[in-house]
């Protein structure tokens, strides 16, 4: 996954129904940029260097893996679709909404269309203000000085009122922390350790990745699968139990819920599919001896994706040992899957078809998938 980074951005309207153009602003940027982490309150200031209404000012922190650039460009989009006209004039105005890049990170910016850190920002009440309920510690990357410094320092003046209304935050209509622990499952190069991994940073959750890269069987299994099958599932099998026994047992009170990237029962899936009759029958006895002693997880998400864009996603992802995968193999992992999953009544199951989206790269999609694992 692409590296995200931290932004502050300043927003304000004097214009039309302001409280409505900054929760409309701030929901087009939740659904282009990435995910709203924090918002000020809000402040009103009267108009400065022309007449008008007064302004309502706040910041908002959020992480996005775009550039600045594409950031800049989405939030001038977002301007232009909430009605701001911008003119040659060089006094200000009043305006429908207006949005500013503060920070990104310790992040410097010098091009022509972007300055980072915003050049005016230490001079500006309403920015700083705002910008201090939300990042007092944070550090100014040129001055070296911290916001709530910087906010003590400011000569500007100006007198700002808080006021009641807020702004929300939209992650606030997918609701996941109702589930404790949601298992995210599905074949092999579906997206499972992606989207585990981004929920996890968007809703605050307590993040289990299986430890399929330490073990030393994998590479042997596609290279010998009738020798290695049996050694590489009950090692995987004894694995999966340890970490779910450990990490559901430690109890993370700064995390909000779990949320893992497979459920211990894949074992007995992929078992059936690579072990003789024999070996499994086997198998299947050590299985439900452990599994009965599990906690099993209260949301279990399936991605089903289509045989060919599993092979796409595979090659993309350049595992050596995963490059000479048969489809057949794929299908029987998947048909294994959905024959377990059609007799669960002990389970909250929802099965969800990813093969048309790329929720990786694209917001939209990963919000679309949101969607359909908070619709009841």
């Not at 910087?150 to 992650?171: G, H, M, R, V, Y």
């Not at 045989?307 to 090659?315: P, S």
């Not at 995963?322 to 389970?347: H, P, R, T, V």
Request: glycine share 4%; aromatic share 12%.
């Amino acid at each position: 996954m692409k590296r995200t980074s931290t932004f502050y951005i300043a927003f304000g309207s004097n214009k039309g129904n302001k409280l409505n153009n900054i929760q409309l602003a701030v929901n087009e940027i939740y659904k282009q940029v990435g995910d709203v982490k924090h918002i000020s309150k809000l402040y009103k200031s009267k108009a400065v260097g022309f007449d008008g209404d007064d302004f309502l000012n706040g910041c908002l922190e959020l992480n996005s893996c775009l550039e600045p650039q594409v950031v800049l460009d989405i939030l001038l989009s977002i301007e232009n679709k909430l009605g701001r006209i911008r003119t040659e004039s060089d006094t200000y105005e009043s305006r429908t909404i207006d949005l500013d890049i503060v920070l990104v990170d310790d992040k410097i910016i010098n091009t022509e269309s972007l300055l980072v850190p915003h050049p005016q920002m230490m001079y500006r009440k309403f920015v700083l203000l705002p910008l201090n309920d939300i990042a007092s510690y944070v550090m100014h990357p040129v001055l070296k000085k911290e916001i709530g410094v910087l906010l003590q320092n400011c000569k500007d003046a100006s007198e700002l009122e808080p006021i009641q209304e807020i702004i929300k935050i939209p992650t606030s209509e997918f609701e996941l922390s109702k589930f404790n622990y949601i298992a995210i499952e599905g074949n092999i190069g579906a997206g499972k350790t992606s989207l585990a991994t981004r929920i996890a940073e968007d809703f605050n959750a307590k993040l289990i990745l299986e430890r399929f890269a330490d073990n030393p069987f994998l590479p042997k299994f596609y290279e010998d699968a009738n020798r290695y099958a049996f050694s590489l599932e009950m090692s995987f099998l004894a694995d999966r139990y340890q970490q779910i026994t450990d990490d559901l047992s430690q109890l993370d009170l700064f995390k909000d819920f779990v949320v893992s990237d497979y459920d211990v029962f894949k074992s007995l899936i992929f078992a059936k599919v690579t072990l003789q009759e024999d070996e499994f029958n086997l198998y299947r006895k050590l299985f439900y001896l452990m599994y009965k002693e599990l906690r099993k997880p209260d949301l279990y998400i399936y991605l089903y994706q289509k045989t060919a864009r599993l092979q796409e996603n595979i090659k993309k992802r350049g595992r050596d040992y995963e490059q000479n995968i048969a489809d057949d193999y794929l299908n029987k992992i998947n048909s294994g899957y959905l024959d377990f999953l059609k007799i669960q009544n002990d389970f909250n199951v929802k099965i969800i078809d990813v093969s048309n989206k790329d929720f990786v790269n694209d917001r939209e999609d990963y919000l679309w998938v949101l969607q359909q694992i908070a619709v009841n």
